[in-house]
């Protein structure tokens, strides 16, 4: 008797230290789990936040899924009905023309960590407005239009190294704004509107950035 209650604990031994190492696996990647669910929710909290605030202004915004040609966000519909579309896709555009959109709506606009396109009719916009964009790290393209815009302004914009178009309506931008431009290799297409620059800080521009296609209306001036 005393043989076979030896064998059976002897059985019992690597039976619950592996139903141990088990249970501390499972909670492990619960935990996993859990964390990944909470920074998720925050995202998606975040960005339903910045949706909100854009569309104060009657803005316009697209989806990622939408750049891919899909009519609908990925995922089984009983889950986007369960979390809401937004669980499963990011805000990749942004558009809004307004007067009363100020530099707070575009640092908002700025965190979202996916933005690829943004366009902004604004007044409001001015050189600390651009500022606040130097967080849009994967912005692609870019159009804004303001009075209050300068070269300093436009100086902000070096550090978005992924742009590859820019369409400035600006008034105050001259040659100055267009050196701080070469700093932006990525460049492809690049609309001067109403701006003060000159044929001399064009073509320089062109030679600094020959891959990219620049355009100015109306026709820049002589320097004179």
Partial sequence: MAALTTNSTRHRGPARRWLAKGLRTLLIVAAAVGLLFGWKFNEVRHQRSV??????FDGKIHYDYEYRGRSRPPGPKWLRRMFGDDFFTVVAGIEIVSERV???????????PHLRT????????????????????????????STRVTDAGLAQLAVLKELTSLIVDAPRITDVGLILLEELPNLTKVDLISTRVTTEGVDRLRAALPKCDIRVFPAPHERL
């Fill in 118 to 145: 943004l366009v902004v009719d604004a007044e409001g916009i001015d050189d600390q407005g651009l500022v606040q964009l130097a967080g849009a790290t994967e912005l692609e393209r870019l159009t804004f239009r």
């Fill in 51 to 56: 949706v909100e605030e854009v569309a104060k």
């Fill in 102 to 112: 100020t530099g707070d709506t575009v640092a908002a606009v700025s965190t979202l």
